[in-house]
């Protein structure tokens, strides 16, 4: 029985970063705000192959902020299980996920044949999650919104996206309900992006639920370009493969434009640079689609393209771990959770002339994570690898607003919201998050519990 005042339930991100999943129930119909993938420690990944809290076929439509597969990854799995409703994105998220999603798939697929040959999972047979066709499938569920316009979504809900910053298509969501109104930051933008334009700013909401990714922390004041050309320098001049896990939409372009931007000025040396990731080279090339979105200009995005080499076939990618260094590689994924990068890793991982640069946030209980924490043994497709390459994590890459970042935008609110949800984040960021928003804005804010449900009209 649903339930017969508004309410909102916390189906995902309430202890981790990923896994982003919101549902409100309201006039007799069930909205998911974001269909995302859990990542990072096992006990998390676990939860994707649990049932969905709820029968997929009583959610009358999905609603997604942005194209990461923390916020989307789970889609094709709930139309395959019997969602039948409409996919709501922007036109830009749509664009990714047409890229994003099937991949997804495919690196599924393709783990679970690797753990089949080398018998080295616990499922027998292993299967993905869902499969690339699956994917493909579920792409004719979506259905585009623009930003600054009202969409009814039946039961009194009115949809509107505003611009969140952080990549292409990303947006808020305000959901409004007659006289309530609830509103979802996705991932928010950092107000001096490379690339994007500032989030728009806070306006009046009855409740907020907001990302704490850095609820925590502050961006390091190291200029990243500056960053990038130090290691650089040092490992070519060592004859070293300097490896760099990005993800594959957002970060790897501003990878490119620093990389070309040194390279112009004769920073660097005058190496190879491969971008091997499909994903992101057909990513990259939607800049040029969708120039109302961010302020790279057309004389850098040309130059981003004339620094790299694309490597797109497996085949290119496998000569790459012969080749040797120096050269720098940009690969998926971010967080060394799959992809091309892993292989790489298996490569050259073990030489201490080599470096491996994270560009960015690590979820706990990825790859990623334990090289940034000092782990040295990498579990690769049921190998340990041993890393005794150089690894320097750039944090300030990021394109998540950090906690000075989030706590500016809501202190630009005229009205405070009735209650702030602070979800998306590793318990401490999102505690601290807390206690900052009650100290210096004087806000009403807590932590939810996973799976917990709340009442939008009387939010406690």
Not at 21 to 33: A, E, H, M, N, P
Not at 53 to 78: N, R
Not at 82 to 87: I, L, S, W, Y
Not at 333 to 344: E, K
Request: charged share 20%; with cysteine.
């Amino acid at each position: 029985m649903r339930h017969q005042q508004p309410s909102l339930r916390f189906l995902g991100a309430t202890d981790t970063v990923t896994g982003s999943r919101y549902l409100i129930d309201s006039g007799g119909k069930r909205v998911l705000v974001d269909c995302g993938l859990f990542q990072g420690y096992k006990r998390s990944r676990e939860r994707n192959r649990a049932p969905f809290p709820v029968p997929p076929h009583s959610i009358d439509a999905v609603v997604l902020t942005h194209a990461h597969l923390d916020h989307t990854g789970y889609v094709p799995a709930l139309v395959r299980d019997g969602f039948a409703g409409p996919v709501y994105a922007t036109e830009g998220t749509f664009d990714l996920c047409k890229l994003i999603l099937p991949d997804s798939g495919h690196l599924q697929e393709e783990e679970a044949r690797y753990a089949l040959h080398r018998d080295s999972s616990q499922h027998r047979p292993p299967r993905p999650l869902y499969t690339a066709a699956d994917a493909v499938k579920s792409l004719n569920s979506f259905r585009i919104h623009g930003f600054d316009t009202s969409l009814p979504l039946g039961g009194g809900m009115e949809l509107t996206y505003l611009p969140a910053g952080h990549i292409l298509g990303a947006a808020q969501v305000h959901i409004r309900m007659g006289s309530h109104s609830v509103h979802f930051t996705g991932d928010l933008g950092r107000a001096d992006d490379p690339f994007m334009y500032p989030p728009r700013a806070l306006g009046h909401v009855g409740v907020l639920v907001t990302e704490s990714t850095y609820g925590n922390r502050k961006h390091s004041g190291l200029d990243p370009q500056k960053q990038l050309e130090e290691i650089v320098n040092r490992v070519a001049k060592r004859g070293g493969v300097i490896m760099i896990a990005a993800f594959a939409v957002g970060r790897a372009e501003t990878l490119m434009l620093y990389l070309s931007k040194l390279r112009r000025k004769n920073a660097i040396p005058d190496i190879p640079v491969y971008l091997n990731s499909p994903m992101a080279i057909d990513a990259s090339r939607m800049y040029q689609r969708y120039r109302e979105e961010h302020h790279l200009k057309q004389a850098d995005y040309e130059g981003m393209y004339r620094l790299a080499t694309m490597t797109r076939t497996a085949d290119e990618s496998k000569l790459l771990n012969l080749r040797g260094g120096p050269m720098i590689i940009i690969s998926a994924s971010g967080m060394l959770t799959g992809g091309r990068i892993l292989h790489h890793l298996a490569a050259y991982g073990s030489d201490p002339k080599n470096a491996i640069v994270l560009s960015g946030y690590q979820a706990s209980g990825t790859r990623g994570a334990g090289l940034a924490a000092g782990e040295r043994a990498l579990r690769i497709y049921g190998e340990d690898v041993l890393i005794r390459a150089e690894v320097i994590q750039m944090e300030n890459l990021s394109a998540h607003a950090d906690s000075d970042g989030l706590i500016a935008w809501m202190k630009a609110a005229k009205t405070p919201p009735r209650m702030t949800y602070i979800t998306h984040g590793e318990p401490v960021g999102s505690d601290a998050l807390r206690i900052r928003i009650k100290r210096e804005l004087g806000w009403r804010a807590r932590v939810p519990e996973h799976l917990e449900q709340v009442s939008i009209e009387n939010p406690q």
